[in-house]
């Protein structure tokens, strides 16, 4: 069966403090994804990745960074999380040119 | 840009039918509808490709005008089960960069 984990489903950080999201799957996908979801913003994508330290920006990459050393781990990165970054945060990860499989996501909280 | 979905919200009895429209400003190749009940994680519903082809299962079916850039969802004869937030997303380029619309939510009463 198809799973994607993620490290936390609760998060409550700091200003300024160093946070790491963590996403692992377990189905050899190529493909693996960073969302952040506020209500009546939709899914709106940070970063992806098509490959092992290969990763693209995506709508909102601004105060984020990711890294990617092992295909199934995929991380997010929030270099000084400010409150403006309280969010639920949702990984996906998909074949080439397939279905996204998401996470059960993390709701951060930044005080 | 994300893609603009229309009604942002619908209230269904059951056994009524419901469109979800999907519309992109730019070229697609592809686009993916996705359902998200409430505190779950969003589930992939369909994808289609660029050519206008129609899908579906059970009583969800989807389709997809190239030339217009739009999509739509079509639920017939609604469950209660279909009540959440249906998602589209739009593909403009390669790598399943995914562009998702900010949603429409569905609620199917008794």
């Known amino acids: 069966d198809v799973k994607v984990t993620q490290s936390s489903r609760y998060l409550v950080k700091r200003t300024g403090e160093k946070v790491f999201l963590e996403c692992v799957q377990d189905?050899?996908?190529?493909?693996m994804f960073w969302y952040r979801q506020d209500p009546g913003l939709g899914l709106r994508l940070i970063y992806f990745s098509y490959d092992v330290k290969m990763k693209e920006k995506g709508d909102i990459p601004e105060g984020y960074s990711v890294s990617r050393e092992k295909k199934e781990r995929f991380s997010l990165i929030l270099e000084s999380a400010s409150t403006n970054q309280t969010s639920m945060y949702l990984c996906?990860?998909?074949?080439?040119?397939?279905?996204?499989?998401f996470g059960p996501g993390t709701r951060l909280t930044v005080l | 840009q994300q893609p603009v979905q229309s009604p942002q919200a619908v209230i269904l009895r059951e056994g009524e039918d419901a469109v979800i429209n999907c519309s992109s400003s730019?070229?697609?190749?592809?686009v993916h509808w996705y359902r998200q009940k409430h505190g779950e994680a969003p589930v992939f519903l369909m994808i289609?490709?660029?050519?206008?082809e129609q899908k579906g299962h059970d009583k969800i079916s989807a389709s997809f005008n190239e030339k217009k850039q739009q999509s739509s969802l079509y639920l017939t004869a609604s469950q209660l089960s279909y009540s959440g937030t249906y998602f589209c997303?739009?593909?403009?380029?390669?790598?399943?960069?995914?562009?998702f619309g900010t949603g429409t939510k569905l609620q199917v009463i008794p």
């Open positions: 189905m050899d996908h190529e493909n």
């Open positions: 996906a990860s998909s074949p080439l040119l397939g279905t996204q499989y």
């Open positions: 730019k070229a697609l190749y592809s």
């Open positions: 997303g739009t593909e403009t380029g390669g790598y399943q960069k995914v562009t």
């Open positions: 289609l490709l660029k050519g206008g």
